[in-house]
């Protein structure tokens, strides 16, 4: 089973969204596909209708109680997809008892029920991040979304320094990590320019070729609850999508 972790620690640049994407266009062809909410907001969980399913299993109980992914995932209306949803509970638990390779080993497991596992990351620098990055590690990849404004060098450093920075710490390879960038206008201010010419000159060949375009599209999606890949497969971030999910499978 492939593991792809999305995250960064700058909120609102498009994790949750990328997350549900891909994790709909690998199911849709015939991948077995897990999604792992490890964000106490639950955006994730609620595209698929499924906070309240979270009493039945959740990521908490998966994490914290030992729980196997099966008795966690719950399917959605999807076909081939599983979701494990969060709750805003996750983040009262004690950080402290949670095992930087308790996902990974969860995921092990359960490796030969799914295909692809994708982790929607919460924006903190916490053990929630690094059970990602370490899950991540064996065939896998981090996903790091950043929108081109005045910002982007913070979350972008952040992450990845973190995703070495655990590497390092549990002397494990460093996960392969991309940058996504999203939120793309057709015509870039100058500050957006900006911002691309310093991820250009920070972080050469560190890019997917593939950008996600603005649209108002995204947000019509997200208030039915529904990834813009089937709310609106004929537009230009539903196309985009399907791009990067090329670029990931075989890029």
Not at 146 to 165: C, E
Request: glycine letters at 6%; hydrophobic letters at 45%.
């Amino acid at each position: 089973m492939r593991t792809i972790a999305i995250s960064n620690y700058k909120g609102g640049v498009g994790k949750t969204t990328t997350a549900v994407n891909l994790s709909a266009i690998f199911a849709a062809r015939g991948m077995r596909v897990l999604l792992v909410d490890l964000d106490p907001q639950a955006s994730a969980t609620d595209f698929f209708g499924l906070y309240d399913a979270a009493a039945q299993g959740s990521s908490v109980d998966l994490l914290y109680r030992d729980a196997p992914v099966l008795s966690t995932a719950h399917e959605t209306s999807t076909e081939n997809l599983w979701c494990v949803p969060s709750t805003i509970d996750l983040i009262d638990q004690n950080e402290l008892m949670l095992r930087e390779q308790r996902l990974r080993f969860a995921l092990d497991d359960a490796s030969g029920d799914f295909d692809v596992a994708i982790i929607d990351c919460s924006p903190t620098l916490k053990r929630l991040a690094f059970n990602a990055y370490v899950a991540a590690t064996a065939d896998g990849m981090v996903i790091i979304p950043v929108k081109l404004d005045a910002t982007v060098m913070r979350g972008t450093a952040f992450t990845v320094n973190a995703i070495r920075s655990i590497s390092d710490a549990l002397r494990i390879p460093v996960p392969e990590w991309r940058i996504l960038r999203t939120c793309v206008p057709g015509r870039m201010t100058k500050s957006e320019r900006i911002g691309a010419e310093v991820l250009d000159a920070n972080f050469p060949g560190m890019q997917f070729q593939t950008v996600i375009h603005q649209s108002a599209k995204v947000g019509e999606g997200s208030w039915q609850w529904a990834p813009v890949v089937e709310f609106n497969p004929g537009s230009r971030p539903a196309k985009d999508y399907l791009a990067l999910a090329e670029e990931v499978l075989h890029g």
